[in-house]
């Protein structure tokens, strides 16, 4: 294994290793923010300019699909819930659910872009890019350190965790969302534009569906069918989107 590569294993490992210390100690509500501190000293050490890291604004167009996807995967699978007569709003508190969207639409676009996004589709993204991979092999890595890096999170008690069930689904639907970032981040060159996606989707899959075992605005119970990072549905409308995505992508070039 040659330098860069063997920095860009460690920093990967360091980051995964930290996060899951303090989400077995209870500090799993603020474990993505040494990503930000992992990101500012590779960084340095590796001196990576702004366009390598993927801070830069980003087409319009993209922007424009980074808002889309989560808007109409999400909206998707909420009109087949609501066909099918799972959803019970009776309890539903609209107003903090509406908060929430807010800022998680606003401030999360910035918090993700310094930790997950600045760390997996800005450093590591950098630094694979560094080592001659090609984009592909890039869009890979990426996923895959993304999703690992989540384990901790929905198998320890940090009130993210969910049913040993759910786990294989939560971590396809992940992959499949991590390669949306990824792919957005590689048509863009932004890490502004995988951000936005992120936020947005993190904003509306937690207010409308909840996370681990709370429940969402929506009030749907059966999550593993119906929950878009949990569930069965997930996987088929997140696949369907993905497919769209990369065929729209090959007839634009």
């Known amino acids: 294994m040659n330098k860069s590569l063997l920095m860009v294993a460690t920093g990967v490992l360091i980051a995964i290793g930290i996060t899951a210390t303090m989400d077995a100690t209870g500090y799993s509500m603020l474990s993505a923010l040494p990503l930000a501190a992992l990101v500012g000293i590779y960084w340095a050490v590796q001196k990576f300019s702004r366009e390598e890291i993927g801070l830069v604004w980003g087409n319009r167009q993209f922007h424009t699909i ?4 989560p808007l109409t ?12 007569g799972v959803i019970d709003t009776s309890s539903a508190n609209w107003e903090h659910a509406l908060i929430n969207v807010v800022a998680g639409s606003t401030i999360g676009v910035f918090m993700v872009m310094i930790t997950e996004e600045g760390f997996f589709r800005g450093w590591l993204w950098a630094a694979l890019k560094r080592c001659g991979l090609t984009d592909t092999h890039v869009l ?12 901790s999170a929905i198998t320890l008690d940090t009130g993210f965790d969910i049913p040993a ?21 590689m048509i863009s060159g932004s890490v502004l534009v995988a951000s936005v996606c992120h936020a ?20 749907i119970e059966s999550t593993h069918i119906y929950g878009p990072e ?18 729209w992508w090959k007839s634009a070039r």
């Open 165 to 185: 069930a759910e786990i294989p689904i939560y971590l396809v639907n992940a992959s499949l969302l991590a390669i949306v970032f990824g792919f957005l981040r």
């Open 200 to 219: 947005v989707w993190n904003a509306f899959a937690y207010a409308l569906y909840g996370f681990g075992e709370k429940v969402g605005v929506l009030g």
């Open 66 to 69: 980074a808002l889309l996807y």
């Open 73 to 84: 995967v999400l909206g998707s699978i909420t009109a087949i819930a609501y066909l099918s």
């Open 140 to 151: 890979i890595g990426t996923s895959a350190s993304f999703v690992i890096w989540h384990i």
């Open 230 to 247: 949990v569930g069965t549905l997930g996987i088929v409308v997140n696949s369907v989107a993905v497919l769209g995505l990369w065929f």
